[in-house]
Protein backbone atom coordinates (compact mmCIF):
# COMPACT_ATOMS: atom_id res chain seq x y z
CA UNK A 1 0.00 0.00 0.00
CA UNK A 2 1.34 3.78 -0.68
CA UNK A 3 2.13 5.95 1.79
CA UNK A 4 -0.91 7.85 3.57
CA UNK A 5 -1.83 10.85 2.66
CA UNK A 6 -3.68 13.73 4.35
CA UNK A 7 -6.89 14.53 2.46
CA UNK A 8 -8.93 17.67 2.90
CA UNK A 9 -12.72 17.48 1.73
CA UNK A 10 -14.61 20.75 2.31
CA UNK A 11 -18.13 19.46 3.27
CA UNK A 12 -19.35 15.92 4.00
CA UNK A 13 -22.63 16.09 1.93
CA UNK A 14 -22.97 12.56 0.37
CA UNK A 15 -20.20 12.52 -1.62
CA UNK A 16 -18.22 14.26 0.27
CA UNK A 17 -18.70 12.08 3.13
CA UNK A 18 -18.93 8.23 -0.16
CA UNK A 19 -15.12 9.40 -0.91
CA UNK A 20 -13.70 10.32 2.48
CA UNK A 21 -15.36 7.06 3.38
CA UNK A 22 -13.09 5.52 0.52
CA UNK A 23 -9.71 7.24 1.58
CA UNK A 24 -9.72 6.52 4.87
CA UNK A 25 -10.65 2.50 4.08
CA UNK A 26 -7.65 2.84 2.18
CA UNK A 27 -5.33 4.68 5.24
CA UNK A 28 -5.87 8.35 4.57
CA UNK A 29 -5.71 10.90 6.71
CA UNK A 30 -9.29 12.82 5.99
CA UNK A 31 -10.04 16.26 7.63
CA UNK A 32 -13.30 18.12 7.09
CA UNK A 33 -14.07 21.98 8.65
CA UNK A 34 -17.38 20.90 10.45
CA UNK A 35 -18.46 23.91 12.25
CA UNK A 36 -21.95 25.14 11.68
CA UNK A 37 -22.75 22.07 10.56
CA UNK A 38 -25.93 19.77 10.61
CA UNK A 39 -26.29 16.86 12.98
CA UNK A 40 -26.68 14.56 9.64
CA UNK A 41 -23.35 16.29 8.71
CA UNK A 42 -21.47 15.68 11.56
CA UNK A 43 -22.80 12.01 11.44
CA UNK A 44 -21.69 11.15 7.78
CA UNK A 45 -18.19 12.54 8.86
CA UNK A 46 -18.52 10.28 11.67
CA UNK A 47 -18.88 7.20 10.23
CA UNK A 48 -16.59 8.25 7.16
CA UNK A 49 -14.17 8.23 10.04
CA UNK A 50 -13.48 11.67 9.12
CA UNK A 51 -11.68 14.15 11.45
CA UNK A 52 -12.57 18.13 12.23
CA UNK A 53 -9.84 20.63 10.70
CA UNK A 54 -10.29 24.10 11.38
CA UNK A 55 -10.65 25.99 7.28
CA UNK A 56 -6.84 27.35 8.30
CA UNK A 57 -5.52 23.94 8.50
CA UNK A 58 -6.53 22.42 5.36
CA UNK A 59 -3.71 23.80 3.43
CA UNK A 60 -1.77 21.49 5.67
CA UNK A 61 -3.26 18.63 3.78
CA UNK A 62 -1.63 16.83 0.92
CA UNK A 63 -4.65 17.46 -1.63
CA UNK A 64 -7.75 19.54 -0.85
CA UNK A 65 -11.01 18.17 -2.60
CA UNK A 66 -13.47 20.99 -2.90
CA UNK A 67 -17.14 18.96 -3.17
CA UNK A 68 -19.84 21.57 -2.32
CA UNK A 69 -23.32 22.23 -4.47
CA UNK A 70 -22.31 24.44 -7.11
CA UNK A 71 -23.12 27.91 -6.08
CA UNK A 72 -21.14 27.45 -3.07
CA UNK A 73 -18.07 26.75 -5.07
CA UNK A 74 -16.32 29.74 -5.65
CA UNK A 75 -16.87 31.40 -2.15
CA UNK A 76 -15.29 27.85 -0.79
CA UNK A 77 -12.16 28.02 -2.88
CA UNK A 78 -11.69 31.58 -1.95
CA UNK A 79 -12.11 31.03 2.23
CA UNK A 80 -9.57 28.10 1.52
CA UNK A 81 -7.62 30.50 0.04
CA UNK A 82 -7.58 33.16 2.57
CA UNK A 83 -7.22 30.92 5.33
CA UNK A 84 -3.91 29.19 3.68
CA UNK A 85 -1.78 31.80 2.13
CA UNK A 86 1.18 30.21 0.63
CA UNK A 87 0.18 26.73 0.65
CA UNK A 88 1.14 23.90 -1.37
CA UNK A 89 -1.36 21.91 -1.44
CA UNK A 90 -3.06 20.63 -4.69
CA UNK A 91 -6.83 22.23 -4.98
CA UNK A 92 -9.16 19.90 -6.85
CA UNK A 93 -12.25 21.43 -8.11
CA UNK A 94 -14.47 18.74 -8.37
CA UNK A 95 -18.01 20.30 -8.60
CA UNK A 96 -20.61 20.55 -11.66
CA UNK A 97 -19.45 24.14 -12.56
CA UNK A 98 -19.39 25.90 -16.03
CA UNK A 99 -15.86 25.83 -17.50
CA UNK A 100 -15.66 29.55 -16.93
CA UNK A 101 -16.11 29.40 -13.08
CA UNK A 102 -13.52 26.69 -12.90
CA UNK A 103 -11.35 29.00 -14.42
CA UNK A 104 -11.92 32.02 -12.24
CA UNK A 105 -11.41 29.16 -9.49
CA UNK A 106 -7.93 28.29 -10.84
CA UNK A 107 -6.96 31.94 -10.50
CA UNK A 108 -7.74 32.15 -6.64
CA UNK A 109 -6.47 28.89 -6.10
CA UNK A 110 -3.09 29.22 -7.38
CA UNK A 111 -3.21 32.99 -6.34
CA UNK A 112 -2.79 31.66 -3.00
CA UNK A 113 0.19 29.00 -3.82
CA UNK A 114 -2.29 26.23 -4.09
CA UNK A 115 -1.89 23.75 -7.07
CA UNK A 116 -5.35 23.51 -9.37
CA UNK A 117 -6.95 20.74 -10.96
CA UNK A 118 -10.60 21.16 -12.57
CA UNK A 119 -12.34 17.95 -11.90
CA UNK A 120 -15.92 16.02 -12.57
CA UNK A 121 -17.76 13.33 -10.52
CA UNK A 122 -19.95 10.93 -13.02
CA UNK A 123 -21.58 8.30 -10.49
CA UNK A 124 -23.21 8.37 -7.47
CA UNK A 125 -20.81 8.60 -4.09
CA UNK A 126 -18.44 5.46 -3.66
CA UNK A 127 -20.10 2.71 -1.58
CA UNK A 128 -19.93 -1.16 -1.78
CA UNK A 129 -22.03 -1.14 -4.86
CA UNK A 130 -21.03 2.15 -6.54
CA UNK A 131 -17.22 3.39 -8.09
CA UNK A 132 -17.56 6.33 -9.65
CA UNK A 133 -15.29 8.04 -12.08
CA UNK A 134 -13.26 11.46 -11.40
CA UNK A 135 -12.42 13.43 -14.22
CA UNK A 136 -9.36 15.52 -14.39
CA UNK A 137 -8.11 18.59 -16.47
CA UNK A 138 -5.69 20.65 -15.70
CA UNK A 139 -2.08 21.64 -14.84
CA UNK A 140 -2.17 19.13 -11.61
CA UNK A 141 -4.51 16.70 -12.93
CA UNK A 142 -2.18 13.96 -13.34
CA UNK A 143 -0.72 14.68 -9.32
CA UNK A 144 -4.50 14.19 -8.32
CA UNK A 145 -5.00 11.63 -10.21
CA UNK A 146 -2.64 9.25 -8.15
CA UNK A 147 -5.82 8.93 -5.70
CA UNK A 148 -6.65 5.82 -7.69
CA UNK A 149 -3.96 4.43 -5.61
CA UNK A 150 -5.75 4.93 -2.59
CA UNK A 151 -9.36 3.03 -3.98
CA UNK A 152 -10.80 6.05 -6.40
CA UNK A 153 -11.34 5.83 -9.86
CA UNK A 154 -9.70 8.44 -11.69
CA UNK A 155 -9.18 9.59 -15.45
CA UNK A 156 -7.18 12.20 -16.62
CA UNK A 157 -8.09 14.31 -20.10
CA UNK A 158 -4.96 15.84 -21.26
CA UNK A 159 -6.63 19.37 -21.93
CA UNK A 160 -6.71 23.00 -20.28
CA UNK A 161 -8.81 23.79 -17.22
CA UNK A 162 -12.71 23.84 -17.60
CA UNK A 163 -12.37 20.43 -20.06
CA UNK A 164 -13.54 17.95 -16.84
CA UNK A 165 -16.33 20.72 -15.92
CA UNK A 166 -17.12 20.45 -19.45
CA UNK A 167 -17.64 16.76 -19.61
CA UNK A 168 -19.41 16.61 -16.21
CA UNK A 169 -22.08 19.27 -17.48
CA UNK A 170 -22.75 17.61 -20.51
CA UNK A 171 -22.95 14.24 -19.12
CA UNK A 172 -25.51 15.27 -16.59
CA UNK A 173 -27.18 17.31 -18.96
CA UNK A 174 -28.48 14.14 -20.75
CA UNK A 175 -29.47 11.53 -17.85
CA UNK A 176 -30.50 14.22 -15.83
CA UNK A 177 -32.55 16.47 -18.54
CA UNK A 178 -33.56 12.79 -19.35
CA UNK A 179 -34.98 11.74 -16.13
CA UNK A 180 -36.66 15.21 -16.03
CA UNK A 181 -38.09 14.68 -19.47
CA UNK A 182 -39.51 11.38 -18.53
CA UNK A 183 -40.56 12.73 -15.35
CA UNK A 184 -42.76 15.67 -17.06
CA UNK A 185 -44.30 13.73 -19.56
CA UNK A 186 -45.85 11.50 -17.11
CA UNK A 187 -47.33 13.98 -15.06
CA UNK A 188 -48.82 15.38 -18.36
CA UNK A 189 -50.02 11.97 -18.60
CA UNK A 190 -51.38 11.51 -15.50
CA UNK A 191 -53.32 14.99 -15.41
CA UNK A 192 -54.87 13.26 -18.84
CA UNK A 193 -55.92 10.27 -17.49
CA UNK A 194 -53.53 8.39 -20.00
CA UNK A 195 -51.12 7.25 -17.36
CA UNK A 196 -51.29 3.79 -17.45
CA UNK A 197 -51.44 3.45 -21.29
CA UNK A 198 -47.90 5.35 -21.02
CA UNK A 199 -46.42 2.93 -19.36
CA UNK A 200 -47.40 0.10 -20.20
CA UNK A 201 -46.59 1.26 -23.90
CA UNK A 202 -43.19 2.48 -22.36
CA UNK A 203 -42.82 -1.00 -21.28
CA UNK A 204 -43.43 -2.67 -24.35
CA UNK A 205 -41.66 -0.35 -27.41
CA UNK A 206 -39.15 1.30 -25.29
CA UNK A 207 -37.84 -1.46 -21.95
CA UNK A 208 -34.84 -0.20 -21.85
CA UNK A 209 -36.33 3.42 -21.44
CA UNK A 210 -38.68 2.33 -18.84
CA UNK A 211 -36.40 0.15 -16.81
CA UNK A 212 -34.16 3.83 -16.75
CA UNK A 213 -36.99 5.41 -15.30
CA UNK A 214 -37.92 3.00 -12.74
CA UNK A 215 -34.46 3.79 -11.68
CA UNK A 216 -33.12 7.15 -11.91
CA UNK A 217 -37.11 8.87 -11.02
CA UNK A 218 -37.19 7.56 -7.32
CA UNK A 219 -33.23 8.40 -6.96
CA UNK A 220 -34.07 11.59 -8.54
CA UNK A 221 -36.81 12.76 -6.14
CA UNK A 222 -35.02 13.41 -2.88
CA UNK A 223 -31.85 14.45 -4.74
CA UNK A 224 -33.82 16.87 -7.25
CA UNK A 225 -33.18 19.99 -4.58
CA UNK A 226 -29.52 19.42 -4.98
CA UNK A 227 -29.88 19.33 -8.83
CA UNK A 228 -30.94 22.86 -9.26
CA UNK A 229 -28.27 25.48 -8.95
CA UNK A 230 -26.39 21.89 -11.55
CA UNK A 231 -29.14 22.26 -14.04
CA UNK A 232 -28.46 26.64 -14.19
CA UNK A 233 -24.49 25.49 -14.56
CA UNK A 234 -25.98 23.76 -17.13
CA UNK A 235 -27.98 26.54 -18.70
CA UNK A 236 -24.42 28.74 -18.37
CA UNK A 237 -22.78 25.92 -20.44
CA UNK A 238 -24.92 26.14 -23.04
CA UNK A 239 -24.70 29.87 -23.25
CA UNK A 240 -27.23 32.37 -23.79
CA UNK A 241 -26.69 32.81 -27.86
CA UNK A 242 -27.88 28.89 -27.68
CA UNK A 243 -31.94 29.43 -27.48
CA UNK A 244 -31.78 25.48 -26.06
CA UNK A 245 -29.94 26.83 -22.57
CA UNK A 246 -34.11 28.08 -22.06
CA UNK A 247 -34.73 23.96 -21.25
CA UNK A 248 -32.41 23.70 -18.20
CA UNK A 249 -34.05 26.45 -16.50
CA UNK A 250 -36.86 24.93 -16.86
CA UNK A 251 -35.68 21.75 -15.64
CA UNK A 252 -34.17 23.70 -12.82
CA UNK A 253 -37.84 25.05 -12.08
CA UNK A 254 -38.90 21.16 -12.44
CA UNK A 255 -36.45 20.05 -9.86
CA UNK A 256 -37.19 22.67 -7.33
CA UNK A 257 -40.56 22.12 -7.61
CA UNK A 258 -40.20 18.25 -7.56
CA UNK A 259 -37.87 18.80 -3.96
CA UNK A 260 -40.80 20.42 -2.42
CA UNK A 261 -43.70 17.68 -3.64
CA UNK A 262 -41.12 15.30 -1.81
CA UNK A 263 -40.47 16.70 1.27
CA UNK A 264 -44.39 17.12 1.58
CA UNK A 265 -45.44 13.89 0.13
CA UNK A 266 -47.45 15.78 -2.49
CA UNK A 267 -49.73 14.92 -5.33
CA UNK A 268 -46.86 14.66 -8.17
CA UNK A 269 -44.02 12.59 -5.81
CA UNK A 270 -46.58 10.08 -5.27
CA UNK A 271 -47.87 9.96 -8.59
CA UNK A 272 -44.12 9.29 -9.93
CA UNK A 273 -43.48 7.24 -7.07
CA UNK A 274 -46.62 4.81 -8.02
CA UNK A 275 -45.74 4.63 -11.94
CA UNK A 276 -42.17 3.97 -11.71
CA UNK A 277 -42.83 1.47 -9.58
CA UNK A 278 -45.63 -0.33 -11.54
Same mark, same amino acid.
Given at each position: ?6 I??T ?23 ? &?D ?11 A ?7 ? $? ?12 ? &??? $? ?19 L ?13 ? %???? *? ?36 ? *???? $???? *???? $? ?7 Y ?7 ? %? ?7 ? @??? @??? &? ?14 A ?14 G???? &? ?8 G ?39
Open positions: MPNPLTAIAPGQMGAGIGARLTAQGCRVIVPL &ERSQASLDRARRGMVHAGWD $ELGQADMILSVVSP &EHA $ERTAERVAAANPGARAIYAENAITPERALRIQKI %AEGA *GLGFTDGGIIGPPPSDSADPVLYLSGPAAAEAAGLRAY *GLRT $EVLH *GPVG $EASALKLSAGITKGLA %ALGATMMLA @AAR @AGV &EEQLMAELGVSQSALQGFSRSIPGMLPKSRWVS &EMHEIADFITDFPEHGIYRGVAALYERLFDAHLADGEEAETLRDLVGR
